[in-house]
Structure formats: structure tokens, C-alpha cells
């Protein structure tokens, strides 16, 4: 028997294939139900009781170097099978489906890159934020509706703790941080407690806009707001100012374009005005400022700031802000970048 099995440990060892068949043939000779492991097995039933454990050790051995051969043998076949397949390598490939920027994303970065022409840097807040940042620093009186639970997403644990209900709250931060001169930009991600329709959502985005440093006027913010109608919306683009209220500009205004889509002629879009509301601004109230730790006789500044899905549906006509958000790539690969 210990002869027997030295002689199939040879015989595996030895065995060449050259092709499949003869693989099959392997594992019919050794593996099979009638191969000659299975004929050991059956002959081990006679051996000796005490040889038994010393035999049955070497069977296993030999089992396992059987089953190892058959396995590297079926390896080496099945990788020339894939190799010999009818494959013409030179065809080219299934293209990848290359992912498009969102509309919201694309706007985002066109604005900011043309107040980076005119020297603002870029900063962001948090969308989480406390009452401090959002209300109180900015000039919120407590009975403001703003601050209503109606109007605003409160922690319910924390009153403090609401999700920022405009950028306004990253002026406070940057100047809490940062003596004059500043100049920056602020986009971000807003929050507010609104029915959704086709023209208001309950998050939606902003891009803010900070300008302090000595001597900074009412005609600095409007030659900015200017220059940046004129390279959003082209080269005839007019803007108008219109008195307004914010708690924590004074002056404020709100701006408007000449109706980008009919030229000021009147469509639906401008409610036959010929004009479009694209932002809130003014020059920073001295109280904000002495809020924030800077010295209101010293420095001067303006604020103003603008909804990212109001100007991206203006640019591409888009009439439902809720296409924004639910994701269809019918609606979402429409856009590219370079428009
Ligand atoms: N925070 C204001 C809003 O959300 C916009 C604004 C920003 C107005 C800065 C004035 C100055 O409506």
C-alpha cells in the first residue's frame, strides 16, 4: 500500500496536459468516483489497525497533492480558453457615460468667478448654525417673523440651533475673524420653512457677497452689481435700485435686471415689467459692524446677496425650481459647463 502510494504521488507529480481533454482525463484517473484516490480509500478498510493512522495521514496527503495538480491544471487551460475566444482587440470600447455638472453648480461657479475678476476671494460658513450668526448679530429684533417657527427650521432640542436661513450669517463669522480689508464672496446652502411650488423651495442656495474697508460707498456696491449684470447676463444688461429693508443694511435696496429673456420688451417671466428681481443688498449697518468686533468710524462696507436657482432659471429659462432637486438626468444632462 505505502508503495502503491508513492507511486501515485509520481504519477501526479509527472502528468502533463495539453489540453483540456486531457485535464478531464486527469481527474477521471485520480479523482473521479472510480479513480484510483477512491480505489486507496476502499482498500483502506483492510489495513491493519495500527498501520491505520500512518496510512491514512499519507492517503490525505496524496488526496490533497492530487486535487492541488487538478486545480493549477484547470487554471492554465482556463486562462489560454479566454485568450483563444474570437475577440477582436482592436475594436474600441463601450464608451463611459461622462457625468454632466449640475445646472445649480455650474451658476455657482460663473458667479464666483466673476467677482474673483474683481478681486473677492471665496469663504463658506455652516449650514447649522445659532441664533447669534443667523438673527442677533444681523439686527434681528426679537419679535422678527423670521425667527417664528413658521418661517425658520429650529433643533427642537436646542432653540439656539437652526438651520441658517440665509448666508447673511458667514458676514458674521468672516468679520468676527477678520479686521478690514475684506473682500469675499460666500456661497452656500440655505434653509427655510416654505410650502414648496413652482417657485419657492424649502432649501435652496445663496452666494453672498462682503465688501469693508476704509471709505467704501453706496456707488461702490452699485458699479459692482453693475459690472457683475453686465458679465452674467451680457453686455446690454441694465440694472435698477429699488429702496428696501433688511435689518442689518443701511441703506438697503433690492436690484433688478432688464428682463434677460425679452429684453425688456415684457414676457411672462418679467410680468411684462421688463424687469426681474435678482437680489437684496446695502451698506452694512455700523451696529452690524460693531457686532463683529470692527470699528464702524474707521471702516465701511457693503452687503448684498443673491439666490443661485432664481439667476440659473433666468440664464436657461427653467420655469419650476423643483426640477432642481428631483434628479432627472432627462432634465440634469441638458447642461454643460461651457454655456
Ligand atoms: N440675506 C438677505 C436675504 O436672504 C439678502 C441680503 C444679503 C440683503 C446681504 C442685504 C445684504 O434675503
Not at 143 to 169: G, W, Y
Not at 200 to 225: M, P, R, W
Request: with cysteine; aromatic share 10%.
Amino acid at each position: 500500500m505505502l508503495q502503491k502510494i508513492e507511486n501515485l504521488h509520481a504519477a501526479i507529480a509527472a502528468f502533463k496536459a495539453q489540453s483540456k481533454e486531457e485535464v478531464e482525463q486527469f481527474r477521471l484517473t485520480f479523482l473521479s468516483k472510480k479513480g484510483e484516490l477512491n480505489n486507496l480509500f476502499s482498500e483502506f478498510k483492510n489495513v491493519a489497525n495500527e498501520q491505520k493512522k500512518e496510512i491514512g495521514a499519507k492517503i490525505n496527503v496524496l488526496k490533497n497533492a492530487a486535487q492541488a495538480k487538478f486545480d493549477e491544471l484547470q487554471a492554465t487551460f482556463a486562462s489560454t480558453e479566454t485568450q483563444n475566444l474570437d475577440i477582436d482587440v482592436s475594436l474600441p470600447g463601450n464608451p463611459l457615460q461622462l457625468g454632466s455638472r449640475h445646472p445649480l453648480s455650474i451658476i455657482k461657479q460663473q458667479i464666483i468667478d466673476i467677482f474673483a475678476r474683481i478681486g473677492f476671494t471665496v469663504s463658506e460658513g455652516q449650514e447649522m448654525e445659532d441664533d447669534w450668526h443667523v438673527f442677533s448679530a444681523l439686527n434681528f429684533p426679537d419679535e422678527h417673523p423670521a425667527r417664528d417657527m413658521q418661517d425658520t427650521f429650529f433643533i427642537e432640542k436646542n432653540p439656539d440651533i437652526l438651520l441658517r436661513t440665509h448666508t447673511s450669517s458667514v458676514q458674521v463669522r468672516v468679520m468676527e475673524k477678520t479686521q478690514p480689508p475684506i473682500r469675499a464672496v460666500f456661497p452656500g446652502r440655505v434653509f427655510r420653512n416654505e410650502a414648496i411650488s413652482a417657485r419657492a423651495h424649502c432649501i435652496f442656495h445663496q452666494v453672498e457677497g462682503l465688501y469693508i474697508d476704509k471709505n467704501v460707498s453706496f456707488a461702490d456696491l452699485k458699479q459692482t452689481l453693475l459690472f457683475f449684470a453686465k458679465e452674467m447676463f451680457g453686455a446690454d444688461t441694465q440694472i435698477r435700485l429699488r429702496p428696501s429693508y433688511f435689518p442689518f443694511t443701511e441703506p438697503s435696496a433690492e436690484m433688478d435686471i432688464s428682463c434677460s429673456l425679452c429684453g425688456g420688451t415684457g414676457c411672462n417671466v418679467c410680468k411684462h415689467s421688463g424687469w426681474v428681481e435678482i437680489l437684496g443688498c446695502g451698506m452694512v449697518d455700523p451696529q452690524v459692524l460693531e457686532n463683529c468686533g470692527i470699528d464702524s468710524k474707521v471702516y465701511t462696507g457693503f452687503a448684498f446677496g443673491m439666490g443661485v436657482e432664481r439667476i440659473t432659471m433666468l440664464k436657461y429659462g427653467i420655469k419650476d425650481i423643483r426640477l432642481f432637486f428631483e434628479n432627472d438626468l432627462r432634465f440634469i444632462r441638458q447642461f454643460s459647463a461651457a454655456q
